[in-house]
């Protein structure tokens, strides 16, 4: 995948600030006691270049990097130090242990067979091998069952021959502070852990964080927060905005009322409205249930989108800016100071995640900050 299209020939400008994500992660570090502070760069560091974004954390203190694959963490490895630790939260899927152990990448064992395979190769290579082990404490996605953690604790040897790291669990509903799933999953998890071998401990994603000490454990694993997305429901965003996307007018046009506009009318003027085509639409990742709900930026001025999302365009009315105001290969902002991420996934339906990892690979990316 390039990402090093020529600004003059790209439909939108996609802006990552280095420095920002930085900040968010000194932000996060500054609200733990002694727990360290890791970074999820999984699916490209949230579609932003984990290329880019891992070395930057990695200078701003951060050592501890967790991706989902196995190729994810193998990416990751020319682009940081030796002293940087690899995690891959899905484990080693059969036949790719050898590869992990040959790396050096952590993998994160989530079942009694993943785990019976690392024992079997820290046995054939007679040295014991570094594992995360994850339970489940209330999302059935990933991590021992209550049934496999209890068959693991009834074999002393269940652990013989792996170097347990870390035992971790994650959240269901974290970023609402006032749901009782919260409590419910950590007194889970301590009890998990009472019944282990003594290592650190690590439940708290981004939103995790904002639950207070008693989730902090010894290593939080923030990823979103640190691309500016909002970790608490309906409250106050502490973090830094990371993504700017402007996108370019193609065209303008000036409609009577009553004119039907895009792909099925599902818009019709109601009054005279000067209209702009710009070159973003869901071949860029800009979701189609947007259509008729987001709006775009110039300035502060909001300019509301009009009809559906095309592949490669949206219609917004810039009526509001008058006639002049803005003519083709002008910029307004799809993501900005005026349109946040969070803002945007709202009004297409969704969370500021999917808005991120739907980046597209057609825009001019730079990266300011680092
Ligand atoms: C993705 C992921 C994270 C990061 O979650 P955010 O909500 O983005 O902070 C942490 N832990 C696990 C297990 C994950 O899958």
């Known amino acids: 995948m390039t990402h090093d ?10 802006t990552i600030d280095l420095a920002a994500i930085c900040d968010n992660w000194r932000l996060l570090k500054a609200r733990l ?24 954390l990695y200078r701003a203190g951060c050592r501890h990097f967790f991706v989902a694959h196995l190729d994810e963490a193998l990416a990751l490895g020319p682009a ?11 484990g080693p899927l059969p036949g790719s242990e050898a590869e992990f152990a040959a790396q050096g990448i952590i993998p994160v064992l989530n079942s009694l067979p993943q785990l019976a395979a690392w024992r079997a190769l820290a046995q054939a290579l007679d040295r014991p091998l570094p594992a995360v082990l994850q339970v489940d404490t209330g999302m059935a996605r ?3 069952a209550p049934q496999e953690l209890d068959a693991l604790c009834a074999d002393p040897d269940a652990l013989r021959g792996v170097d347990l790291r870390c035992v971790m669990s994650h959240l269901a509903s974290a970023e609402e502070p006032a749901n ?4 419910q999953q950590l007194q889970r ?4 852990l009472e019944r282990l071998p003594q290592t650190p401990a690590s439940l708290a994603n981004s939103s995790g964080i904002f639950l207070g000490a008693d989730y902090h454990f010894d290593l939080v694993r923030p990823g979103a927060a640190l691309y500016g997305v909002a970790p608490v429901a309906g409250q106050p965003n502490p973090l830094r905005p990371v993504v700017r996307l402007q996108g370019k007018v193609v065209q303008t046009r000036t409609i009577e009322p009553g004119t039907p506009v895009g792909y099925g009318h599902s818009w019709t003027a109601q009054r005279r409205s000067r209209i702009a085509t710009v070159a973003v639409g869901y071949a860029d990742g800009f979701l189609r249930s947007a259509s008729n709900r987001a709006y775009v930026c110039l300035n502060t001025v909001k300019l509301p989108l009009v009809g559906k999302v095309s592949m490669d365009t949206i219609l917004v009315d810039a009526s509001a800016l008058g006639e002049e105001a803005i003519h083709e290969g002008a910029l307004l902002d799809v993501i900005g100071p005026e349109c946040g991420v969070d803002e945007l996934a709202a009004r297409a339906g969704t969370i500021g ?4 990892t739907s980046l597209g690979t ?9």
């Open 80 to 90: 940081l130090a030796a002293d940087a630790t690899r995690y891959v939260l899905h």
């Open 5 to 14: 299209r020529q600004p003059d020939h790209a439909g939108a400008l996609l």
């Open 353 to 356: 995640y999917e808005i991120l």
């Open 362 to 370: 057609r825009y001019a990316r730079s990266y300011i900050g680092g």
């Open 189 to 192: 998890f301590r009890a998990a």
């Open 180 to 183: 009782p799933v919260n409590a």
């Open 142 to 144: 990933l991590g021992l």
């Open 33 to 56: 006691g002694g727990a360290e502070c890791a970074a999820v760069v999984k699916a490209d560091a949230y579609g932003l270049g984990a290329a880019r974004v891992a070395p930057a």
